[in-house]
Antibody, heavy 114, light 110 residues
Framework: EVQLVESGGGLVKPGGSLRLSCVAS????????MNWVRQAPGRGLEWVSS????????YYADSVKGRFTVSRDNAKNSLFLQINSLRAEDTAVYYC???????WGQGSLVTVSS | QAGLTQPPSVSKDLRQTATLTCTGN????????ATWLQQHQGHPPKLLFY???NRPSGISDRFSASRSGNTASLTITGLQPEDEADYYC???????????FGGGTKVTVL
């Protein structure tokens, strides 16, 4: 069964940092481009970042550029999102999604509040 | 990043047909194709179609998708109560090197 499982979310103060993880199973992770997408409470989906299978190509939304860093460890079938300088507007459920948005994890909630 | 345009809501009677639209441009929907996602309240998005009309196994054939130019469409025939959900379209934008999303369409089955 193809599966993505996120972890690492939580309550963080403004200006703080967090590292999200996504562990993949059931498909060849090392051959798949991967994505992070977030959804603020009551809002729509917002693309955050994409990383190619070999990490050669990395893209970020303008709203997170310079604060978020995506990475992956193909040996461990894992995708990461390092989130720094958190703001209230970063509060959202963060989903990892496989190439083409064809498979989604269950999401990890990040809440930024003092 | 500029997004795709979807109507915010569609309401139809049980067993009727709903058609949802998604308008982009030649950098995204027009060349890359649209991906359609269904999201029920409190759940993650679920893939309905990728690259216009490729339906993964397990998706009901009451759902169909198409594209004409820069506009993609999702049609749901024989609406059922379980079809009440938010529907998002998305596409890779080759100019922005980014995924762009529509704002979502909330489907209500009366």
């Amino acid at each position: 069964e193809v599966q993505l499982v996120e972890s690492g979310g939580g309550l963080v103060k403004p200006g703080g940092s967090l590292r999200l993880s996504c562990v993949a199973s059931g498909f060849t992770f090392s051959s798949s481009n991967m994505n992070w997408v977030r959804q603020a409470p009551g809002r729509g989906l917002e693309w955050v970042s994409s990383i190619s299978s070999s990490s050669a190509y990395i893209y970020y939304a303008d709203s997170v550029k310079g604060r978020f860093t995506v990475s992956r460890d193909n040996a461990k079938n894992s995708l990461f999102l390092q989130i720094n300088s958190l703001r209230a507007e970063d509060t959202a459920v963060y989903y990892c999604a496989r190439e083409g948005l064809i498979v989604w994890g269950q999401g990890s909630l990040v809440t930024v509040s003092s | 990043q500029a997004g795709l345009t979807q109507p915010p809501s569609v309401s139809k009677d049980l067993r009727q047909t709903a058609t949802l639209t998604c308008t982009g441009n030649s950098d995204n929907v027009g060349t890359q194709g649209a991906t359609w996602l269904q999201q029920h309240q409190g759940h993650p998005p679920k893939l309905l179609f990728y690259r216009n009309n490729n339906r993964p196994s397990g998706i009901s054939d009451r759902f169909s998708a198409s594209r004409s130019g820069n506009t993609a469409s999702l049609t749901i025939t024989g609406l059922q109560p379980e079809d009440e959900a938010d529907y998002y379209c998305s596409a890779w934008d080759s100019s922005l090197s980014a995924w762009v999303f529509g704002g979502g369409t909330k489907v209500t089955v009366l």
